[in-house]
């Protein structure tokens, strides 16, 4: 019976390493992607392989971050939507107020490195405030705690930005605007899932290296 747990755990992480490493894969191409001027017409093929691995492997990968290290907590998931939230509203706001320096104009013109700092900065701040008051890890694990969140909060900030700029190349090419207004500088629900897809798979990974360094 012992031995059975064993094989299945091991099972279920060289399944999740291959399906981290598909996800990471059609990431890496998502991004070349947004270098791309001339779009050559994708295969059946690479469509079905883009949506497995670009919209369904990620939510996946949202269920397992709620993990962590170890021990499973839902407000991981929470936390992680704050990031995202806090990232994207001081983007907005920073970018807004004081960007002149545009990131990536042929595909997002509003985009600007100033909102791109900003909304990084102010998610790191967040990190650490829900490291203090909202995780409440116990007092020897306060310091490792921040430095988790604090780190997860500048993937949030790189990697949802690079999911934002991804969601709008393709809504250029499918001739679409934001999938709503309901927020200022949010767009729709699923512009926000968007950020959180293509995060999603960087934090797993992220755990995983914390997991087997510690």
């Not at 807004?96 to 013109?109: A, D, N, V």
């Not at 790191?124 to 988790?148: C, D, M, T, V």
């Not at 991804?166 to 001739?175: H, L, N, Q, V």
């Amino acid at each position: 019976y012992f031995n059975t747990n064993i094989e299945i755990t091991v099972n279920i992480q060289q399944l999740n390493i291959v399906l981290l490493a598909i996800t990471l894969v059609v990431s890496i191409k998502c991004i070349l992607f947004l270098f791309y001027d001339n779009i050559q017409k994708i295969s059946t093929s690479s469509k079905y392989l883009y949506l497995f691995g670009y919209i369904i492997l990620p939510f996946v990968f949202i269920t397992k971050i709620s993990f962590g290290i170890k021990d499973y907590n839902p407000k991981i998931i929470i936390g992680l939507f704050l990031l995202i939230w806090t990232n994207d509203t001081f983007a907005y706001i920073v970018g807004k107020s004081i960007g002149k320096h545009k990131l990536f104009e042929r595909i997002s013109p509003k985009k600007t490195i100033e909102g791109f700092l900003g909304g990084l900065l102010f998610a790191i701040l967040a990190g650490y405030l829900i490291s203090k008051f909202y995780i409440k890890p116990k007092p020897e694990f306060s310091q490792q705690s921040i430095l988790i969140w604090t780190s997860i909060a500048t993937i949030v900030g790189i990697f949802g930005t690079i999911g934002d700029l991804i969601e709008s190349k393709f809504k250029r090419i499918a001739g679409v605007k934001d999938s709503g207004s309901i927020m200022p500088g949010h767009g729709g629900v699923l512009d926000r899932l968007d950020s959180v897809i293509f995060v999603a798979p960087f934090i797993f990974l992220f755990y995983q290296i914390l997991n087997y360094v510690s």
